[in-house]
């Protein structure tokens, strides 16, 4: 690998939202483009790139309320060509190429022939000279096919058949780029990490800073709703840590001095201070993403597929050309064949293809992370589910209400009365109480000040009554509270997988309060659609215990389910089902998530679900719903059936062509215009998928 040039990139003109660069490394490491792309559209704010190696330049498009143009070019000058990984990168056109093709064309039709042939040889220079490089490598690719169409049009002076042959084949090529821009476009926002401000002790001071500019050491100074922007361990406060991103769990835990914290979780009670440990790189949200593998750059099976296909189709017109040659000896035939071949339209329709099925599928609220991703949903036939935040809605619903003294504390007053103490919590199993109460309408019971005991329960005056709310080993342990009497009922809806909240008065059991996550409403009708459309099998894998796995399998009709699972767990059982020959869908939205949705075949992460998971992922659901699980397949089935029709077009059209050639019913002029007609129409009928219903 050659060492990078050390000159400076620069700024050579600047529009509001657009920045032309002169980047010196174009040149002298023309193999990394491909991957300084990447980096580029890695940056924030950044929405679309487009670079000319050969001319040094780069033109970056990015939003000006995310970064500003110095502010980013520093982050452009900061990226280590060192650390480049090398690749094949095809030339970027745009709509002056097209310009300059159609008046090249119009030049080779008007000037003298000499003038014509002259600005005809400048425009197709380009193409014979990566026409012979490649030659010179030993390769028959479509690059030697097109040289040698454009070559034999060029000695016969047919100037205005090459013309014509040139402008199809850029417009081709621009075609599948703006295509692959659009798509770009709406992906780099997923590759933008989420700064937001966080409080620090530096100094004796309290100041905020951006979650990026955090510093080993730091003291993070956290409170209810607030986001942990690193890993790290507790210094003091207690706190009531929603941890489910990173393990599933839908109820909140507590943490206090000394127990570590995860980035990616959130405080839902207290006041904590914590120290930074791990920070950018070295967090164990950063961990997880060097676990995932670099999807976007990945092309599909089907385009390599198609070509290789192109390319061996190259030899197949070598030959019959050479043989309708030697038979007849006439170069005009000869021309005439050549400027027939299948590789336009099988190397450039499937990628468009694919690409409008993108494009299509964010209109519908799903972004599809390139080709392969299509091809693989195409061939699912196995989903599985994680729960909290995916089949249910990440909260909590009130089911039940149990009064185990009717004649003085009833089910609706003892709701009334849980709602009314309640209402200023922040726990998710508060909230539940509180919207239960406000559909039913009931009213507000007055009481005393609450004392609020994180992670056990609360405690007040009501109407000269000492009241405890909270979970059966609070009211155990801490008040001594006698459960027995009521066990059967409490047994009944444990059965049932509910989370039980229970009330007591004066240190007696008067009632509980049964609840359940929050099932999202076409969580059934997704998977009987799913079953409809050719799966074989549901899986359910959830961190939550095994009854309410089982109650939440039998109320969806999930065919298996794994309760209890760990990251690990979950990735273990995905392996299984691929070694069983499964292709496998996995639905997701945590943290834990992010090593299994890139195990699966194919990853899909919910609309809000954590930035690492919607990086993990092959396709990110962009409305918060199940539906475009469905919508996700449905397309891609559709995609593959378009790429094979297509496939199929090129192979009978593009033979009959040559056919005609060979036999001399065609001119070259005529030859070339059905040929790049079909390829146009194959590639028109590609990019229509975008707009179809």
């Not at 990026?212 to 956290?222: H, K, N, P, R, T």
């Not at 409490?490 to 039980?500: D, F, N, V």
Request: with cysteine; net charge negative; hydrophobic share 45%.
């Amino acid at each position: 690998m050659s060492h990078p040039a050390t000159e400076s990139i620069s700024i050579v003109h600047r529009l509001p939202g657009r920045l032309r660069l002169r980047v010196p490394q174009l040149a002298s490491c023309p193999d990394g483009a491909g991957w300084f792309r990447q980096q580029l559209l890695a940056l924030p704010g950044v929405s679309g790139v487009r670079l000319r190696p050969a001319a040094r330049s780069a033109v970056v498009e990015f939003d000006p309320q995310v970064s500003g143009a110095e502010a980013l070019l520093a982050q452009i000058a900061d990226i280590d060509w060192r650390q480049r990984s090398e690749g094949e990168y095809e030339p970027e056109y745009c709509m002056a190429d097209n310009l300059v093709n159609a008046g090249g064309l119009a030049l080779a039709q008007l000037l003298p022939k000499k003038w014509g042939g002259l600005s005809t040889l400048l425009l197709t220079a380009p193409t014979l000279i990566d026409g012979l490089d490649t030659l010179s490598q030993r390769q028959l690719k479509t690059e030697v096919l097109d040289a040698l169409a454009l070559g034999i049009s060029m000695s016969r002076g047919d100037h205005r058949t090459a013309m014509v042959t040139q402008s199809l084949l850029t417009l081709g090529e621009y075609m599948e780029q703006q295509t692959s821009r659009h798509s770009d476009a709406l992906l780099a926002s997923l590759m933008q990490p989420q700064d937001h401000p966080v409080w620090v002790e530096r100094g004796g001071e309290s100041i905020e800073i951006a979650s990026s500019e955090l510093a080993e050491g730091d003291v993070m100074l956290l409170g209810p709703g607030d986001s942990i922007p690193a890993d790290g361990k507790v210094l003091r406060g207690v706190g009531l840590i929603n941890q489910s991103s990173m393990t599933g769990e839908s109820v909140p835990v507590r943490r206090e001095r000394g127990a570590w914290l995860y980035a990616g979780t959130q405080v839902q009670e207290g006041n904590i201070a914590v120290v930074a440990e791990k920070v950018g790189d070295a967090s164990s949200t950063a961990n997880i993403r060097r676990f995932i593998t670099e999807s976007l750059g990945q092309r599909s099976e089907t385009q390599q597929v198609t070509q290789k296909m192109a390319d061996r189709r190259v030899a197949i017109t070598l030959g019959v050309g050479a043989a309708v040659f030697a038979m007849t000896r006439d170069m005009r035939r000869l021309a005439s064949v050549f400027l027939v071949d299948y590789s336009c339209a099988l190397k450039l329709s499937t990628p468009i293809a694919f690409k409008s099925i993108m494009y299509r599928a964010a209109r519908s609220g799903l972004l599809l992370k390139g080709g392969r991703a299509i091809e693989q949903l195409a061939a699912v036939d196995t989903v599985v589910f994680d729960k909290t935040g995916t089949l249910t809605m990440g909260d909590m619903l009130v089911t039940d209400v149990v009064s185990f003294d009717p004649q003085h504390t009833w089910a609706e007053r003892l709701l009334a009365i849980a709602a009314s103490v309640e209402e200023h919590s922040n726990h998710p199993l508060a909230h539940a109480i509180v919207a239960a109460a406000e559909d039913h309408d009931l009213p507000h019971i007055n009481h005393g000040e609450v004392e609020y005991v994180i992670a056990h329960g609360l405690i007040c005056e009501l109407d000269g009554h000492s009241m405890q709310i909270g979970s059966r080993h609070f009211l155990s342990e801490h008040y001594q509270i006698d459960f027995s009497a009521n066990q059967a009922d409490i047994a009944q809806l444990e059965q049932q997988g509910r989370h039980l909240l229970f009330i007591a008065l004066d240190n007696r059991l008067v009632g509980m309060i049964g609840l359940q996550d929050n099932v999202r409403p076409e969580a059934a009708e997704i998977i009987a659609a799913l079953r409809g459309g050719g799966i074989g099998e549901v899986i359910l894998l959830t961190g939550d215990s095994e009854r309410k796995a089982q109650q939440l399998s039998g109320e969806l009709g999930i065919d298996r389910y794994y309760a209890q699972s760990t990251p690990e767990s979950k990735v273990e059982v995905v392996r299984q089902l691929q070694a069983q020959g499964r292709r496998v869908l996995f639905v997701g939205d945590g943290i834990n998530d992010a090593p299994v949705l890139t195990q699966a075949d194919i990853g899909l992460a919910m609309n809000k679900s954590t930035e690492l998971a919607q990086q993990a992922a092959d396709a990110v659901l962009l409305q918060d719903n199940l539906h475009g699980v469905t919508v996700a397949r449905e397309l891609a089935q559709q995609a593959m059936k378009l790429v094979n029709s297509n496939i199929k077009i090129t192979e009978w059209v593009n033979s009959a062509i040559m056919l005609a050639a060979a036999l001399g019913w065609l001119s070259p002029g005529s030859s070339a215009l059905l040929h790049n007609g079909t390829t146009l129409g194959v590639l028109l009928r590609s990019l229509a998928a975008r707009k179809a219903r």
